[in-house]
């Protein structure tokens, strides 16, 4: 399942050690670099038009002589996650942990060994998990997200994200944010914004770790929703039950409507990076007034990937950015983020320290 | 439709005159009252296990040396709106709104106007609209509710909730709030608390008048909901149409799946006043730690109305408070207020002043 489990056994001996180091301790989470911030906004980004527009948007809206002056309570901000916030690449972060996730369902639910998509995950032939078809992968996502309580979910996902690491770069996932996006979320929050993630991935999933690694609260997540069921166990405490039943599908005109539903109120700033942000941008940029609508462009393949408008990997099942919502973005007037040029660091100090190659 | 539309034409002119009185200006609605709130907390409360319990619970779980500490990110709050924050009897606010928008809506489609149910509710006769079955309400729901744009649904909520009246009170129905109810939701801001509104009544609905009457914002408005689609108009510019689709039933067991949904996080207090808040309180009860969980009884017939248990009024459709469910609260160590004995204001002053029966 993960490609590097036999060649990183050296690399995590390595990083375990390093992590002892007194030096180190206390900043391995993003979110002791967020702390530590220094007031100056927007140090990972270099002069020029995506840093200047995030710059005159604040002030635009936050000056209370400004004619595009919004009041604190309006100010809402909303961010797409994979591939805005964080690696989206080569696998949505989520899609592996459903996959790493089958060995200790089919343990609960031996009946499953020997059964399509089950036996295939398990052969670990990533050959035939790539062949999978999207029906494999519901039927895999509703095995691994759905039918525990909502703690043992938690729980799950929490120790999983402490364990697991991102192949290239031997990290944890929740190491490999931008550090210039990190820098936005403060900025907006230092100026009164609320700060919402707004994912086409899982709700529930992404809460586990929003707070400690974006500043953001679980109620500021609005994702990919499925229904829950309210019941008693055996001494009558009531418990909640994720169901495979899905409420939103936060994703393209999803995004909006997920908004509508959950915050009820129209951004002042979206990001994004890919087709399904579409909306999310439309819809903000649609408002009256300052509105700040950005997108992201992968253009990077050596510090990061390179994807998207004339950046070749077109037929990449994540992050779809075609060259029309390129097009509709010149047309529009939305920030096209480069980055390659916009950006001096791409992952946070302490995760820089950290990589192992 | 509304019983008092001729009978209370008289008040209506005499408000009208009170209404310009300078002394009156800016105090019209509770919003004012709040703001304007002294800070010694629940003044509207009298002395005994009810007020007591609510400020034992603030100390207990914002005293950094109390066991039952709670960190300020998890310090959440639900209260129930109908019959809980403001008046429910002798029929829901909302309902009474869908009644009386039907006339428009039929302007609109005058197909409808000799269709079964709207031919009843244009017919004025109350009996006859008293039969209406569970199937014709949701019919007159659907039609008033659903339809139109987001933003032509806030105004059209806007402008009636300017103009109707309560016909008991001749007061407009975001009068109608508990003061000692506005009260709580301040203190327990004061402290730290997020409150939120958790109601079987529309989200959308609820969310065009809760942050001027009760603090509230919008995004911290969970109630029962439908979907949206996302479209375009013929200029390409974006809105969002609300549908006939429910997504979240937040009623009974609705009401802890919803507070899932919405916030992600079990609430520590909880106040409501029927057998549809059961199971939100009991969710919040099975958490560790302190936990406040709190039911209204409606008993003063002089100053409201007395409904519940041993108060007769026990086939009303609104506010089910069962003997069963009384039962349970005393059983495990729920506070029942009672409205007669807890209270010394039901209403805030600005209210009380321009109550003209």
Not at 58 to 77: F, G, H, Q
Not at 296 to 322: I, W
Request: charged fraction near 25%; glycine fraction near 8%.
């Amino acid at each position: 399942m993960d490609p590097s489990k036999h060649s990183s056994i050296n690399r995590r001996v390595l990083i375990s050690s390093l992590a002892t180091l007194p030096v180190l301790s206390g900043t391995l989470l993003p979110g002791a670099a967020l702390a530590q911030a220094p007031s100056v906004p927007l140090l990972s980004w270099n002069e020029g038009t995506a840093k200047h527009a995030i710059l005159d948007f604040v002030r635009l809206t936050t000056d209370r002589s400004s004619p595009s002056y919004v009041a604190p309570e309006e100010r809402i901000s909303v961010f797409d996650q994979d591939g805005t916030l964080w690696v989206e690449h080569p696998m949505y972060t989520q899609v592996v942990y459903c996959l790493e996730r089958v060995p200790a369902v089919v343990e609960k639910r031996p009946e499953l060994k020997d059964v399509e998509p089950f036996k295939t995950v398990l052969s670990g032939n990533r050959e035939a998990m790539a062949r999978l078809s999207t029906r494999d992968l519901e039927e895999i996502l509703a095995a691994t997200l759905t039918g525990m309580s909502v703690e043992e979910f938690n729980a799950e996902v929490k120790q999983w994200l402490e364990a697991a690491e991102d192949p290239r770069w031997g990290q944890h996932y929740t190491e490999l944010v931008y550090q210039p996006m990190l820098e936005v979320l403060r900025y907006l929050r230092d100026n009164g914004f609320k700060t919402y993630i707004v994912t086409g991935g899982g709700q529930d999933f992404v809460r586990v770790y929003s707070q400690q690694v974006y500043g953001i609260p679980p109620e500021q997540v609005i994702g990919t929703a499925g229904g829950t069921t309210f019941g008693y166990d055996r001494d009558g405490k009531p418990f909640l039950t994720k169901e495979p039943k899905l409420l939103l599908n936060d994703d393209k005109a999803g995004k909006p409507e997920g908004i509508h539903l959950m915050v009820g109120r129209r951004p002042y700033a979206a990001f994004g990076n890919s087709n399904g942000d579409r909306e999310m941008l439309e819809w903000t940029g649609a408002g009256t007034g300052a509105r700040l609508k950005m997108l992201l462009l992968h253009d990077d393949p050596r510090r990061e990937y390179a994807y998207g408008p004339a950046q070749g990997l077109h037929d990449s099942k994540v992050g779809t950015f075609t060259q029309a919502l390129y097009d509709e973005a010149k047309q529009k007037g939305w920030v096209v983020v480069s980055m390659k040029n916009d950006w001096n660091e791409v992952f946070p100090p302490t995760t820089v320290g950290r990589t192992t190659r």
